[in-house]
C-alpha cells in the first residue's frame, strides 16, 4: 500500500513524500512509478477508435469488456516522440475519478520504495513542470520518476474525455 509519509524540510516546512509500493514501467529511456493502489489493470495494446477533435496526446477509446475508456499516450503527454507500438507496448489502467488507460512503451515491476528512499522533485524549470512528479525513487543505483497520476491529466481535461466528446464516439 502507498502511503504519503510527512516529514520537515530544511527550511522548516512540513512536505509530504510518497512511499509504498509503485508499478514501474518505461518511457524512451526513463523509468517511472505510479503509486499501485492507482492501478486497476495491466493489458496489452488493443483496437484503438480515434476520437475526433482531441489533443494529440490522446489516442482515442478502447472497449473493455463493455466500459468505453479514453486511452492516452504517456509519451505524447510528456513531450516525447511517438513510436510504434511493440509487443511490450501495454495500457495502464487507472482510476483517477474515472477510469483511463495510460499508454506505455513497458511495464517493468511492482516495487516497494520506503519513505527515506524518495527524493522531491528537481527544483529545476516551473512549478508546472514538476506538479506531476511526486518525487524521484532511488533503487540501488537507478532512478525512478513517481508520478502524482491524479495531476497526469487535468480535471477539466478528465471531465471532457470522459463526457459528452467520448461517449458520443
Known amino acids: 500500500m502507498s502511503t504519503i509519509t510527512q516529514t520537515i524540510s530544511s527550511t522548516g516546512q512540513a512536505t509530504a513524500t510518497p512511499a509504498g509500493k509503485f508499478l514501474t514501467f ?9 503509486e499501485i493502489l492507482k ?3 495491466i493489458i496489452g495494446i488493443m483496437d484503438v477508435t480515434a476520437v475526433p477533435q482531441m489533443p494529440s496526446y490522446m489516442r482515442g477509446v478502447i472497449n ?5 475508456i479514453p486511452v492516452f499516450s504517456l509519451r505524447l503527454r510528456f513531450g516525447l516522440p ?20 495510460l499508454i506505455v512503451d513497458r511495464v517493468s515491476e511492482v516495487v516497494d520504495i520506503p519513505a527515506d528512499a524518495v527524493e522531491p522533485p528537481p527544483a529545476v524549470g ?9 518525487g524521484m525513487g532511488k533503487i540501488g543505483e537507478a532512478i525512478k520518476i513517481l508520478l502524482d497520476v ?20
Open 39 to 41: 492501478v486497476r489493470e
Open 126 to 134: 516551473t512549478q508546472c513542470q514538476t506538479k506531476m512528479i511526486l
Open 26 to 34: 518505461g518511457l524512451a529511456q526513463e523509468e517511472f512509478g505510479i
Open 150 to 169: 491524479d495531476a497526469v491529466l487535468s480535471a477539466d481535461e478528465i471531465e471532457q474525455f470522459t463526457h459528452a466528446e467520448v461517449l458520443d464516439a
Open 82 to 101: 511517438d513510436k510504434e507500438d511493440t509487443d511490450e507496448t501495454c495500457v495502464i489502467v487507472v482510476d483517477i475519478g474515472h477510469e483511463v488507460g
Open 64 to 68: 473493455l469488456r463493455g466500459r468505453i
